[in-house]
């Protein structure tokens, strides 16, 4: 299944950044993911097959 990911979505990964976020935002869409960690600010980025594997749900932004 492929998941559909734009940027600015809000998403949510199982296990928990080690400063204790769960909640990320994409910032970066391409061959690689970048999302940003919305408790730090940290930045990330991540294979789309590895993102999707750690992902638990996508909340798309508003349009
Ligand atoms: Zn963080």
């Not at 809000?10 to 919305?38: F, M, N, Q, S, T």
């Amino acid at each position: 299944m492929v998941r559909e990911l734009n940027l600015n979505d809000a998403v949510r990964l199982k296990k928990p950044h080690p400063c204790g976020g769960y909640e990320w935002e994409i910032v970066r869409v391409g061959a690689d993911i970048g999302i940003r960690c919305l408790s730090c600010a940290r930045r990330v980025l991540l294979s789309r097959s590895e993102l999707e594997r750690r992902l638990k749900a996508v909340q798309p932004a508003d349009v």
